[in-house]
């Protein structure tokens, strides 16, 4: 009957996550029902109450109740067992009591396992106990377990360090001078887990013990990290590490060039982004599609009109890239920002004489470079061949259609398809559409009339919409002429 309890437990265990409370409730109330039916729980049914209780800071005082309820039915404790009581007193933070029951246990021959070690060494760190900690440490690598096993052993192994920078080094440190092998896989996960924490300075502390260790970090772990820093708004020394780590032998890849430029591009750092992609070029690195898409995107938000001729001059003549819809949009989306409208009806008309494949993203960036460039018969010309060739429009093409001929002053055409056209293909407009609209005609001598039927369009047909932007009743203006 325990292997029910037992099965329930570890079932109600995973869920604990989510309810806590309900959950460890639930699991001492069956705990009752079966001391009162006089069945007796075993080793592993007790063991999985109290990791319950671990998870749950409430209800964590309960695990000396259950481990003193172990011995009062002579029940044999295990290894898990002291496993979780260790790591109680870890949480608590009273680390003298970890390692008297480190003690206790090898006085029962209970043989302790790398979970153990990953607790015990810890505690013997922040007592100051440095030597006894690398010892244990060098018995735990030597115990046959997997290496993946082993990295996570690692990873609980510095979380219980708690934080504490200093400790983290010092131990390290340590690890360097008694020589202690570890596995580069092993550092490489723990590196990775601390850049995804994120912390930054512990993944460098890991990184250093690793290199004055004679080890060699791969692609993978050196791009996370670099990523990292410029994401820390650490563009500067972002460039000094790709410098130093250049000096190891590394050699990048091109997915490692892409992801930091590509990061750069991001954080809005197009200078060091451009930096990077001539150190490509330098290293004959060749760069792909998402390379030059990057940058692009950089260029255009930087409004370097040269440098994205530059980049669409070798993203011509690179045989090794096949120009794809995402390169044609960046280079449009970049024009358009740098002003240079022809540049962007050029590639429009490539793609549409070659019969090249279009997407909604190509329709929204030439609907509102036309708009932009007031090219008012282009705009016409590109809706009408749209709707000739069936193509699936979105609802932010009608966005940019509708903004492109109201900043034209053809608000009749504009009010036209958002009150008709827009509601019969089954859109429901959006909020900007409506306030873009409504901002030019705001601008237009004896436009109100189109405003207001706008706006009493808007409360009729969509009450949430009108609520959401706040379209108030307006009082109406009694007149002497309209009262006779």
């Known amino acids: 009957m325990f292997k029910f309890f037992t ?21 001492l109330r069956l705990v009752n029902n079966f001391v009162k039916s006089n069945a007796k729980l075993d080793i592993v049914a007790y063991n999985e109450l109290m990791r319950v209780n671990l998870r749950s800071n409430e209800h964590i005082k309960k695990i000396a109740d259950l481990y003193d309820e172990v011995i009062r039915n002579d029940i044999e404790p295990n ?36 979970v153990t070690f990953s607790i015990v060494i810890p505690a013997q760190v922040i007592s100051g106990k440095t030597d006894q900690a690398l010892e244990l440490l060098q018995k ?20 219980n360090l708690k934080g504490d920078l ?10 360097v001078d008694h020589k202690i092998n570890i596995d580069h896989k092993i550092y490489n996960d723990l590196i990775n887990a601390y850049v995804k924490k994120p912390d930054l300075n512990g993944a460098f502390e890991i990184y250093n013990a690793f290199i004055n260790q004679g080890g060699m970090i791969d692609v993978i772990t050196f791009t996370n990290m670099i990523k990292a820093i410029i994401q820390a708004d650490k563009a500067e020394e972002a460039m000094q590490f790709y410098y130093e780590v250049k000096q190891t032998g590394i050699q990048l890849d091109t997915q490692a ?14 200078a060091e982004a451009q930096k990077i992609f001539v150190e490509m070029r330098r290293s004959k690195v060749k760069p792909n599609v998402i390379t030059y898409t990057s940058l692009i995107n950089g260029l255009g938000q930087a409004y370097n009109y040269d440098g994205v001729r530059n980049v669409h001059s070798l993203v011509r003549m690179d045989l090794n890239v096949e120009l794809d819809i995402g390169i044609y949009n960046a280079l449009m989306d970049a024009y358009n920002r740098c002003g240079y409208i022809h540049q962007v009806l050029l590639i429009w008309d490539l793609l549409i004489i070659g019969e090249l494949p279009i997407d909604n993203s190509t329709v929204s960036i030439i609907l509102d470079s036309c708009g932009y460039g007031r090219v008012i018969h282009r705009i016409l010309n590109i809706w009408k061949y749209l ?4 193509f699936p429009l979105n609802l932010n093409n009608y966005h940019s259609y509708i903004e492109a001929l109201a900043r034209n002053q053809l608000f009749d055409e504009a009010k036209n398809v958002l009150m008709n056209e827009l509601k019969n293909k089954g859109f429901k407009p959006e909020a900007k ?14 436009k109100s009339r189109c405003e207001y039927e706008i706006i009493e369009w808007v409360r009729n047909e969509y009450p949430d919409l009108a609520k959401e932007m706040k379209f108030t009743e307006r009082k109406r203006v009694v007149t002497k002429a309209a009262i006779t």
């Open 166 to 175: 200093a400790l983290t080094k010092n131990f390290l440190q340590g690890i």
């Open 257 to 270: 060039y892409t992801i930091m430029l590509d990061t750069f591009v991001k954080m809005r750092r197009t």
């Open 140 to 159: 735990m690598i030597s115990m046959e377990e997997s290496l993946e096993h082993k990295s996570r052993i690692f990873y609980k192994l510095f979380q």
């Open 387 to 390: 709707h000739d060739k069936k």
């Open 7 to 27: 099965h329930l437990a570890l079932s109600q265990k995973r869920a604990a996550i989510f309810r806590h409370g309900f959950i460890v409730t639930t699991q």
């Open 79 to 114: 290894v898990a067992t002291f496993n979780i009581l260790m790591e109680m007193w870890i949480k608590e933070g009273d680390i003298n009591k970890v390692s008297g029951l480190y003690q206790q246990m090898l006085d029962k021959g209970i043989r302790p396992n790398s």
């Open 433 to 446: 559409t409506i306030r873009s609209l409504l901002n030019f005609l705001h601008d237009v001598p004896k």
